[in-house]
T-cell receptor, first 116, second 117 residues
Framework: SAVISQKPSRDICQRGTSLTIQCQVD?????MFWYRQQPGQSLTLIAT?????????ESGFVIDKFPISRPNLTFSTLTVSNMSPEDSSIYLC?????????????FGPGTRLTVL | AQKVTQAQTEISVVEKEDVTLDCVYE???????LFWYKQPPSGELVFLIR??????QNEISGRYSWNFQKSTSSFNFTITASQVVDSAVYFC??????????????FGKGTLLTVNP
């Protein structure tokens, strides 16, 4: 399985600021995903990021709030913009090897975000 | 729409007890994939097993076993002789096609398992 790292591992931010989370994979992958896990809750898919195309956002998530970059096959960033306390969550990236979406997704260690 | 139900929010057992975590799913597709992930207190999500809809064979891996029954749309997970290190949140997930060829992973709400010494 791929080795996935995320930076930062945790952060405490002020309301109204933005934070960019990085996700690095040790091998080339077609599909990368970003999830949000609110406190005590399950994982919710924010968007799917394929290299060379615009990210595809799920219902309830918009590009202005969660802009995503995917400059190459091993790296992606998620920005949480104009943060509010409701954005306090764990943000996880995952990768999937088949390029078709049905293969196993492997997850990074997550970024714990607290917004004051 | 696909849906995954983990009715057990929390389970507490004493070490060495066997425990079964339930997972019931809903899907309209004939081709789909089921997963179990473990999330220990440290927060990372650890992949445990993947099963496709055409393979109903039960699986055993050490103290872990999985029972997949399409007739009841269930994919239950049993830990035998539980240990304190098994304490974690366990998520069941379903990957189903949408839009013809794209797949989306939907998670259940998770079951918090606490194994007491």
């Amino acid at each position: 399985s791929a080795v996935i790292s995320q930076k930062p591992s945790r952060d405490i931010c002020q309301r109204g600021t933005s934070l960019t989370i990085q996700c690095q994979v040790d091998s080339q992958v077609t599909m990368m995903f970003w999830y949000r896990q609110q406190p005590g809750q399950s994982l919710t898919l924010i968007a799917t990021a394929n290299q060379g195309s615009e990210a595809t956002y799920e219902s309830g998530f918009v590009i202005d709030k969660f802009p995503i970059s995917r400059p190459n096959l091993t790296f992606s960033t998620l920005t949480v913009s104009n943060m509010s306390p409701e954005d306090s969550s764990i943000y996880l990236c995952s990768v999937e090897g088949s390029g078709q979406g049905w293969d196993t997704q492997y997850f990074g260690p997550g970024t714990r975000l607290t917004v004051l | 729409a696909q849906k995954v139900t983990q009715a057990q929010t929390e389970i507490s057992v004493v070490e060495k007890e066997d425990v079964t975590l339930d997972c019931v799913y809903e899907t309209r597709d004939t081709t789909y994939y089921l997963f179990w992930y473990k999330q220990p207190p440290s927060g990372e999500l650890v992949f445990l097993i993947r099963r496709n809809s055409f393979d109903e064979q039960n699986e055993i891996s050490g103290r872990y076993s999985w029972n997949f029954q399409k007739s009841t749309s269930s994919f239950n997970f049993t830990i035998t002789a539980s240990q304190v290190v098994d304490s974690a949140v366990y998520f069941c997930a379903l990957s189903e096609a949408y839009g013809g060829s794209n797949y989306k992973l939907t998670f259940g709400k998770g079951t918090l398992l606490t194994v007491n010494p």
